[in-house]
């Protein structure tokens, strides 16, 4: 089956399951041609926005998610902590901003926030906020209310991710249905936050449990904006510590799925980076990841230091995508639509700059101008 890329890639809400097979079985090369096809469509392909995460309550999760060291159903070694004080966080905070990143995440471990904590959260986002930095947080579920306190409050981004499959899910999770997520899903977009939702590999799921995912993902009412690839960081003392491994061919055909099924998200390249080697990254973004978290811990789990991104990024030609970088773009394709409109209708009026001239008149006045510097767009 040979790879046929569309001309134009169409943002769709309706694939089906064997759609999405079909993808993942074209031969690699194929597969990520197509992928890049479409990354390049909506995309730079040498920009890489990058996301700093911070685990601002640690442990003691009800939860009993089975990669998870921050379950209290697992003795995992790991030491519970308290939520932190709102400007050890705005440390870290500045500190992620030096080191080039554009976005700061922070993650509590919860089942849902409590009453009592959302005063703290809610200015940690508009601290954060005031540093210039785009603000994500993932806190568990979310009820309508919670939800509307934090767009409130200015919140970009909320994280909660789907993990995998519907069929797969009780397999990994039994204290929260996939139904919750989703119905927090509808919460975060219903208070008129942006959505990062993704998945984990490497959980024991089959290939139909990856397709299966990114099909919830891509027919979802609206695409969430920042989709995460998390390959499985195997924890001592979790049930899936000894899980087999996936095959890292099979992780990069899966962010090259997801690139060609949602074409306008930000498909980040999540946990696991450290087992990665550089050509696995690489990989990566030529099948469409255009997101990395940058720093040396991913709330509990190791992530690549800084030092070893920047020289990866070196070797590539890649550089850091600046906030407002694509909210540039997006003017300058507005610009460039308003003057084709009216390029359309400018025969309906007269330059009267041009009229008082052909009549003689002394009296200057305003006609239409041309547009001499029509933005360009760049994909």
């Given at each position: 089956?040979?790879a046929?890329?569309?001309?134009?890639?169409?943002?769709?809400h309706?694939?089906t399951?064997?759609?999405?097979?079909?993808?993942f079985?074209?031969?690699?090369?194929d597969?990520?041609f197509?992928?890049?096809?479409?990354?390049?469509q909506?995309?730079?392909?040498?920009r890489?926005?990058?996301?700093t995460?911070?685990?601002?309550?640690?442990?003691?999760?009800?939860?009993?998610?089975?990669?998870?060291?921050?379950?209290?159903?697992?003795?995992?070694?790991?030491?519970?902590?308290?939520?932190?004080?709102?400007e050890?966080?705005?440390?870290q905070?500045?500190?992620?901003?030096?080191a080039?990143?554009?976005?700061?995440?922070?993650?509590?471990?919860?089942?849902?926030?409590?009453?009592?904590?959302?005063?703290?959260?809610?200015d940690?986002?508009?601290?954060?906020?005031?540093?210039?930095m785009?603000?994500?947080?993932?806190?568990?579920m979310l009820d309508?209310?919670?939800?509307?306190?934090?767009?409130?409050?200015?919140?970009?981004?909320?994280?909660?991710?789907?993990?995998?499959?519907?069929?797969?899910?009780?397999?990994?999770?039994?204290?929260?249905s996939?139904?919750?997520r989703?119905?927090?899903?509808?919460n975060v977009?219903?208070?008129?936050?942006?959505i990062?939702?993704?998945?984990?590999?490497?959980l024991g799921?089959?290939?139909?449990?990856?397709?299966?995912?990114?099909?919830?993902?891509?027919?979802?009412?609206?695409?969430?904006?920042?989709v995460?690839?998390?390959?499985?960081?195997?924890i001592?003392?979790?049930p899936?510590?000894?899980?087999?491994?996936?095959?890292?061919?099979?992780?990069?055909?899966?962010i090259?799925?997801?690139?060609?099924?949602?074409p306008?998200?930000?498909v980040?390249?999540?946990?696991?980076r450290?087992?990665?080697?550089?050509?696995?990254?690489?990989?990566c973004?030529?099948?469409?990841?255009?997101?990395?978290?940058?720093?040396?811990r991913?709330l509990?789990?190791?992530?690549p230091e800084?030092?070893s991104?920047?020289?990866?990024?070196?070797?590539?030609?890649i550089?850091?995508?600046?906030?407002?970088?694509?909210?540039s773009?997006?003017?300058?394709?507005?610009?460039?639509?308003?003057?084709?409109?009216h390029e359309?209708?400018?025969?309906?009026?007269?330059?009267?700059?041009?009229s008082s001239v052909?009549?003689?008149?002394?009296r200057?006045e305003?006609?239409?101008?041309?547009?001499?510097?029509?933005?360009?767009?760049?994909?």
């Amino acid at each position: 089956m040979t790879a046929q890329p569309h001309t134009q890639a169409a943002t769709r809400h309706d694939w089906t399951l064997e759609e999405v097979q079909a993808l993942f079985a074209l031969p690699f090369n194929d597969l990520l041609f197509q992928a890049q096809t479409v990354h390049r469509q909506f995309h730079d392909p040498n920009r890489v926005q990058i996301s700093t995460l911070l685990s601002i309550k640690t442990g003691a999760c009800p939860e009993d998610c089975k990669y998870c060291s921050q379950s209290g159903h697992y003795n995992t070694g790991l030491e519970k902590e308290k939520l932190m004080a709102v400007e050890q966080v705005l440390t870290q905070a500045r500190e992620a901003k030096a080191a080039g990143a554009s976005r700061f995440c922070m993650g509590a471990a919860w089942r849902s926030p409590r009453e009592k904590d959302m005063p703290y959260v809610v200015d940690m986002v508009k601290q954060v906020k005031a540093l210039g930095m785009e603000t994500c947080m993932t806190l568990g579920m979310l009820d309508s209310g919670q939800a509307q306190q934090l767009a409130d409050a200015g919140l970009d981004y909320y994280n909660h991710n789907l993990d995998t499959s519907p069929e797969h899910y009780n397999a990994i999770i039994s204290t929260r249905s996939y139904q919750d997520r989703l119905d927090t899903l509808a919460n975060v977009r219903e208070a008129g936050m942006k959505i990062c939702c993704g998945g984990i590999l490497g959980l024991g799921e089959s290939a139909r449990d990856r397709a299966g995912l990114l099909l919830q993902l891509a027919n979802l009412p609206q695409h969430p904006e920042s989709v995460p690839i998390n390959m499985l960081v195997k924890i001592e003392g979790t049930p899936l510590a000894e899980v087999e491994d996936l095959d890292p061919f099979d992780f990069v055909r899966t962010i090259a799925v997801a690139r060609i099924l949602m074409p306008e998200a930000a498909v980040r390249l999540s946990a696991g980076r450290e087992e990665m080697n550089e050509q696995m990254q690489a990989l990566c973004f030529l099948a469409g990841a255009n997101s990395i978290f940058y720093g040396e811990r991913l709330l509990t789990t190791n992530n690549p230091e800084t030092s070893s991104d920047r020289q990866l990024f070196a070797k590539l030609g890649i550089e850091p995508l600046e906030l407002g970088t694509a909210a540039s773009d997006e003017a300058s394709e507005a610009a460039l639509l308003q003057a084709v409109e009216h390029e359309k209708t400018a025969h309906l009026f007269v330059d009267a700059a041009r009229s008082s001239v052909r009549h003689g008149s002394a009296r200057e006045e305003g006609g239409l101008q041309p547009h001499k510097d029509c933005p360009k767009l760049t994909h």
